[in-house]
């Protein structure tokens, strides 16, 4: 436990025990203004038994609640229990911001104890240097948010971890490094790290690897990494990702006359029966090229677009599967149309936020069209939002993001975002009205009030049935100068220190450039630093920002 929720629960201790000592003196105090004999006489048996119950059922609910709050403060495996691990035992650490990571760290655990290894699975966030230095092999599996920034729940790890100068030199380790090399600092966190380590002594197993949007080749070079760690000829090769067709059974603009890109708001049905999901999961798609670009590029090629190729046994025209893959600009010496399409990489997935809840029949997505510098369309966004015609598939898997999923009920919840963002906040909404939780404070943000308040009836209608306790709305366009959602925190401080007394948690969603920054440095700003680290420690600030 990292030494601010320890000190935050010592205080906790002092305070109940001042308290304890204030109903003692009062006590004395109320027996000693007594006139007369304060019991006239004692009560009967039944009477006793009675007060002896309530007085343990009291102590017992009194424990119970104790240990579930306990319960949830303590981490997965906690100092004292890392001392008692063998030091053959491999660690595999974890730093992730929506999920992809926690998966792969699991992965990399179980073919471990395949391959005969003991292997523990680890949240950064729950490891110092004294734990750390106890492990003889250590992997760490870890994203990059953001322009080149560490996951939010491994700013405590950077902060007291890695700015330290103890050595590491028993340590034995690798790092598995994933990013988007669209941002200009791919894999920073990853590359940050393992600088860290070489500079502290640490011994790399092998070279980092690399990952570029969850890139296959890359993870199986990882796999063979791992193998010859567990010193066997091969491991079991992770299964790729299922990807099962959805079919698009609807499709709204959201957003007609904004100064904004369109928004559409899209419904998707299984081919089977509807999944399971949380409030906070993300959707990972596979895109798909429009018809169009795929003829030009045949044309300019020269490839038959007709030639039938295998595709998992079963012929399909290649014109369809190129749909799919990575186009180069141009092609040399000879080519076939099967080697095409086996050699082709896929087009990269693109991951969205849940909109919806499984009670709603359907799964909800709301994207914004992006339009690129030359007038295409984004690949996902005009995929889906433009080129594929109602009925098409679409190549979708759920993936689980904890790190976003729902409080307890009892827990107040701010709910803070602005354009698309709508969409992860609008899913939390869904799941704590089912739950029956009504202490929730949604600050929301677009351009135009008229046209971008997405989901508007939905809010609406939960606001006026006292679903939402208090909202805030943030209209840059309607407003000179311009107003931003963190505008709109600023002016509700008084409210924002109230609540988070009260244990309020704080969910971020939408923009990283601009609005994400702008919310936490209003949090610094009416709560102090300590305090926003604080709750990002226990898990009352959490962000799923893009």
Request: net charge neutral.
């Amino acid at each position: 436990m990292s030494s601010a929720p320890r000190a935050r629960l010592s205080g906790a201790r002092l305070g109940n025990g001042l308290a304890l000592l204030a109903l003692v003196v009062l006590a004395g105090l109320l027996f000693t203004w007594q006139p007369g004999p304060w019991w006239p006489g004692p009560p009967r048996p039944t009477r006793w038994i009675g007060a002896g119950a309530a007085v343990l059922a009291w102590l017992g609910l009194s424990g119970a609640l104790l240990w579930r709050a306990r319960a949830r403060r303590t981490p997965v495996v906690t100092a004292a229990q890392v001392q008692q691990v063998d030091t053959d035992t491999v660690l595999v650490a974890h730093a992730s911001q929506t999920g992809l990571a926690i998966e792969l760290a699991a992965r990399t655990a179980q073919s471990l104890r395949e391959g005969g290894l003991q292997a523990q699975v680890q949240s950064l966030a729950w490891l110092d240097a004294p734990a750390l230095a106890r492990y003889r092999r250590v992997l760490f599996v870890v994203s990059t948010t953001g322009e080149g920034d560490p996951p939010d729940l491994a700013l405590e790890f950077v902060r007291t971890v890695m700015a330290g100068a103890e050595p590491l030199d028993t340590l034995h380790y690798a790092v598995l490094a994933l990013g988007d090399a669209s941002y200009a600092h791919y894999c920073a966190f990853g590359r940050q790290l393992d600088r860290w380590l070489r500079s502290r002594g640490a011994v790399p197993l092998f070279d980092r690897v690399e990952v570029d949007n969850a890139q296959a080749a890359a993870l199986r070079h990882w796999q063979h990494q791992l193998s010859l760690l567990a010193g066997k000829a091969e491991l079991g090769h992770w299964r790729a990702p299922v990807y099962q067709a959805w079919t698009l059974r609807a499709r709204h603009l959201l957003n007609p006359g904004s100064v904004g890109g369109p928004v559409h708001h899209l419904e998707l049905i299984p081919p089977a029966a509807l999944p399971h999901w949380q409030a906070g999961d993300l959707v990972e798609i596979l895109p798909r090229h429009p018809p169009q670009l795929v003829q030009a590029w045949l044309r300019r090629t020269g490839v038959d677009g007709d030639t039938p190729v295998l595709i998992e046994q079963t012929p399909v025209p290649l014109a369809q599967v190129l749909a799919t893959r990575q186009l180069p600009d141009a092609l040399t010496g000879d080519v076939h149309a099967q080697a095409l399409a086996d050699d082709l990489p896929l087009l990269a997935h693109r991951q969205y936020s849940v909109a919806s809840v499984p009670a709603d029949g359907a799964l909800h997505l709301l994207l914004r069209c992006v339009q690129c510098a030359d007038g295409q369309l984004g690949l996902a966004s005009g995929w889906l939002c433009s080129h594929a015609p109602l009925g098409a598939l679409i190549a979708l898997r759920l993936r689980s993001n904890p790190n976003f999923h729902p409080p307890a009920p009892s827990t107040p919840l701010i709910l803070i975002g602005n354009g698309t963002g709508i969409a992860g906040l609008r899913a939390l909404l869904k799941a704590r009205i089912a739950a029956g939780a009504r202490r929730n404070w949604l600050l929301f943000g677009e351009r135009q009030r008229a046209h971008d308040l997405h989901y508007g009836q939905d809010i609406r209608s939960w606001q006026a049935q006292g679903w939402l306790e208090r909202l805030d709305l943030a209209f840059s366009r309607d407003d000179a100068p311009p107003r931003y959602v963190q505008d709109a925190l600023r002016e509700a401080a008084a409210p924002l220190q109230a609540w988070i007394a009260d244990g309020a948690a704080v969910y971020v969603c939408g923009s990283v450039d601009g609005m994400a920054p702008g919310v936490e440095a209003i949090l610094h700003e009416t709560l102090g630093q300590a305090l926003v680290e604080q709750l990002r420690a226990l898990g009352r600030y959490r962000r799923d920002v893009y």
